[in-house]
């Protein structure tokens, strides 16, 4: 299992980038994909098999 954190999106559907280790810009800081429930702020552990799914996407950050 790997832990990974999601990131949160800004209204345009960006990334948020990070910044004092805190995200700014955050407009969507919960979301479902892929079947499961993020939050920023709250890692989740993932499978070895679905890890490089969720970091394709670009809105998650290992921890």
């Known amino acids: 299992m790997i832990t990974i954190e999601y990131l949160g999106e800004s209204e345009e559907g960006k990334v948020c980038k990070q910044c ?3 995200p700014v810009n955050v407009h969507t ?3 479902k994909i892929f079947g499961r429930l ?3 702020g709250k890692p989740q552990e993932v499978s070895l098999d ?9 809105l998650f950050k290992k921890k």
């Open 29 to 31: 800081t919960r979301k």
């Open 20 to 22: 004092g280790g805190k």
């Open 50 to 58: 679905d890890f490089p799914l969720f970091m394709e996407t670009g």
């Open 38 to 40: 993020w939050e920023v």
